[in-house]
């Protein structure tokens, strides 16, 4: 079982870290990713990462701006996120794959995954 947290509100061009901790020893043999979902907009693939943090995907949207990291000793990874845009705004949820590359975690995720958290909310506002 995942759990994120981290989210809240932050004016445009700050800065959010989320973190997604698992509940089990065997998250290490999972590449995780984070994704999100906006109102009225389909859930999307945010930022991947393999089981040992070599191997990254961020969507075009992150990339530059957020950084996706994982703390195996901690059962943790983290989303950092900088210069957060109003576009930004969404709910967050991480999940994890035993099977699929970062790259199709991230762009077929949404698709084959079944088990999603509850998510965090991020809301970047003026």
């Known amino acids: 079982q995942l759990v994120e947290s981290g989210g809240g509100l932050v004016q445009p061009g700050g800065s959010l870290r989320l973190s997604c901790a698992a509940s089990e020893f065997t998250s290490e043999y999972y590449a995780i990713g984070w994704f999100r979902q906006a109102p009225g907009k389909e859930r999307e693939g945010v930022a991947c990462i393999s089981t040992n943090g070599a191997s990254l995907y961020y969507s075009d949207s992150a990339k530059g701006r957020f950084t996706i990291s994982r703390d195996n000793a901690k059962n943790t990874v983290y989303l950092q996120m900088n210069s957060l845009e109003l576009e930004d705004t969404a709910v967050y949820y991480c999940?994890?794959?035993?099977?699929?590359?970062?790259?199709?975690?991230?762009?077929?995720?949404?698709?084959?995954?079944?088990?999603w958290g509850q998510g965090t909310q991020v809301t970047v506002s003026s």
């Open positions: 999940a994890e794959s035993a099977a699929m590359t970062v790259q199709a975690l991230c762009t077929m995720g949404t698709k084959y995954l079944e088990v």
